[in-house]
């Protein structure tokens, strides 16, 4: 998977063009599946990283609620005792709040932490692009933790915003614990205790939590047992707030106030950019499970019904294999950087490129097969394969379990466009 964190636009504001970017960056590993739009499990950390730059915790995420209460049962999350000076909670509010300044969140997440030393805080305000965030370095006198606080919003009731607070699967994001909670206001907040690198080479702990709201406000909280995201020694067995401190720092009244002062831009969608009129609406994991040779593979894991991006890990007896798939409209710009020498066009004018090779990202013996086609019209299928159940894992055999041949029907399949 490309390496996303150095990005500094968020995730769904570029979506669409990361989606290009993607195929157009194309080789053996790459493939343009996981980078353009892992929609279940990768997706909202992708987002996430693609959404700070810099800074003791570059990852858009997290604080933490000694002092907060999650919402009463009255339907509404009560104000808690840190502000940022917006009228949001009041009856009469104007249309368009202050902004609120970073130095304003800062003031706000220190607040809110329990007792302890807060150092090294970065933010931006809600008039700042590509959107307010806080973090820092808090340490209760255990040792040194990354905490951060990203603010957006997400289309209420869209896809994205399911998938925020939806844990995901263990192929792409290795974890130890998820669950998701509605609260009483109808807020759903997922927690989820995790690692920062999925290959787990360090020790590094990365728990976090997501919390959307009914009308799309999105805070989302990130803490690590390290004084930064990376390239920090480990200074404690865990990240310093627990699953239920993160729930409620997530349902702090503070966040949302500061997300109602931050300006929509003109043009730019709240949630997924990508138009629903265009979207690819075939579900992609039942559609690929269907298309296997009948009665050859057992199936552990899939993706469940998202469209766009979906994956199984099949098992022939020999082995467990991840394939993948995305699903792609309107991909005709890109086409000339994704076949070139090598690629095949058929006699209706849909392309195809086959690349076989070294997994980049995987383990001892991974390798990847890959089969991407394009139809004229631009609409786009590509398959990938690995010889191992997962992106990070040693292989479980030698080749993959479906030849490039049947990789290459699959994709060609009209029921992808149905």
Not at 368 to 388: A, K
Not at 399 to 413: D, F, G, H, N, Y
Request: overall charge negative; proline content about 8%; aromatic content about 4%.
């Amino acid at each position: 998977m490309p390496d996303v964190e150095q990005h500094s636009d968020p995730f769904e504001e570029q979506l669409s063009a990361d989606l290009r970017r993607a195929g157009a960056g194309f080789d053996a590993d790459r493939a343009a599946l996981v980078a353009a739009g892992a929609v279940r499990g990768r997706r909202r950390m992708l987002r996430r990283r693609a959404a700070v730059v810099g800074g003791a915790a570059s990852l858009a995420l997290v604080g933490l609620g000694g002092a907060l209460l999650l919402p009463g049962g009255n339907g509404s999350a009560p104000r808690d005792e840190a502000t940022v000076g917006t009228s949001g909670n009041s009856a009469t509010a104007a249309p368009a709040p202050d902004p609120v300044s970073g130095d304003a969140l800062i003031r706000a997440l220190e607040k809110l932490l329990p007792e302890g030393k807060f150092s090294k805080a970065e933010a931006r305000g809600t008039d700042e692009e590509p959107g307010p965030y806080v973090s820092g370095v808090y340490d209760d006198g255990k040792g040194a933790a990354a905490i951060a606080v990203s603010l957006g919003r997400v289309q209420p009731g869209s896809d994205e915003a399911r998938q925020t607070t939806e844990c995901p699967g263990k192929v792409f994001t290795h974890y130890d614990t998820c669950g998701t909670t509605r609260l009483p206001d109808s807020s759903v907040v997922m927690v989820l205790q995790g690692y920062e690198y999925p290959d787990r080479r360090v020790d590094t702990k990365l728990w976090s939590a997501e919390l959307v709201t009914p009308e799309g406000q999105h805070i989302g909280i990130s803490e690590w047992n390290a004084a930064a995201e990376k390239d920090a020694p480990v200074t404690r067995p865990e990240p310093p707030l627990s699953p239920a401190a993160l729930r409620q720092l997530a349902a702090a009244r503070v966040w949302r106030d500061a997300i109602d002062a931050t300006p929509e831009v003109p043009g730019r969608p709240a949630g997924d950019p990508t138009p629903t009129a265009t979207r690819p609406a075939v579900a992609v994991a039942p559609t690929l499970r269907g298309l296997l040779p009948k009665g050859r593979f057992t199936v552990s894991e899939d993706s469940g019904d998202d469209t766009g991006f979906g994956y199984l890990v099949v098992d022939d007896g020999k082995g467990k294999c991840l394939v993948q798939v995305n699903v792609q409209d309107d991909m005709s710009d890109v086409a000339g950087d994704l076949f070139g020498s090598g690629s095949q066009t058929l006699p209706d004018g849909t392309r195809v490129a086959v690349h076989q090779g070294p997994s980049e990202k995987g383990g001892a013996g991974a390798v990847m097969w890959t089969v991407d086609t394009m139809r004229g019209d631009g609409r786009r299928v590509v398959i990938s394969e690995l010889n191992s159940g997962a992106p990070h894992d040693a292989a479980t055999r030698g080749t993959p379990a479906l030849s490039v041949e049947q990789l290459r029907a699959i994709a060609l399949s009209p029921r992808w466009w149905r």
